[in-house]
């Protein structure tokens, strides 16, 4: 699998992402500046990665997506492409309406930073296994995820709520949640194809054992789950 990584300005987790895409997992990955308007041939993975785009002015992803590479990024996505996009682009997907809904401010109003689990609650490309209780780093200001009933109700309907906020054993309660989303959703697909996928949590961050606990790499086995569909 081709996989290519969009780069913002601001965009901080792109060497990670870059990383584990070409050098733990193998894939052929060509970075991007958003200011190109169109994707490299053969891509079949576009990933935007976390950070502040344009340093989170108005609000999260507004200003990213009017960038040039935006409508490659839909084109691709419309013909059923795979796109990923990690916390900053978790907002940007919801902003360009690849994914429905709205990252909003936390709850308690300050930046989470610490590692958090999650459990698989649907199934698809970056997501195979059902009921897989993940421990994935968190780090944002704006990650609790908003949507009307209607959304909420495709979303459940459509099996596109993928990761929910857990306890270590996989119970999805209200104390698990760091955010205060709604459902307590970390990662949502978007559909009906479900190739476009965000996800709050960082999953590059820990795609590493040196980098996990005992010995764990919980963040490669989402990345290794796509790239087996090529």
């Known amino acids: 699998m081709r996989a290519c990584v969009v ?66 990024i839909r084109a691709h996505a419309d013909r059923g492409g795979y796109v990923l996009g990690v916390c900053n682009g978790f907002q940007v997907l919801t902003e360009i309406h690849l994914l429905p809904g709205a990252l909003t ?25 059902l009921g897989k209780v993940w421990r994935f780093p968190i780090a944002h200001a704006e990650g609790r995820y908003q949507a009307s009933e209607r959304v909420m109700k495709e979303l459940a309907d459509g099996d596109r709520i993928a990761l929910r906020y857990c306890t270590p054993s996989g119970e999805v309660t209200e104390a698990a949640n760091p955010n205060g989303s709604l459902d307590g959703i970390a990662g949502i697909y978007g559909g009906p194809k479900k190739n476009v996928f965000g996800l709050m949590p960082h999953p590059e961050r820990i795609s590493e054992a040196i980098l996990g606990f005992d010995g764990r790499a919980d963040g490669r086995e989402l990345f290794e789950s796509v790239l087996a569909q090529a």
């Open 105 to 129: 401010r936390n709850m308690h109003m300050r930046f989470e930073c610490k590692d958090q689990h999650v459990k698989v609650t649907a199934t698809g490309a970056f997501t195979r296994t």
């Open 7 to 72: 780069v913002f300005p601001g965009s901080n987790a792109d060497a990670e992402m870059i990383h584990t895409l070409r050098d733990v997992c193998g894939a052929s990955t060509t970075v991007i500046w958003h200011t190109e308007t169109s994707l490299p041939s053969g891509i079949d993975l576009v990933a935007i990665p976390g950070g502040f785009s344009y340093g989170d002015y108005l609000r999260c992803g507004a200003i990213a997506k009017v960038s040039p590479i935006v409508p490659a």
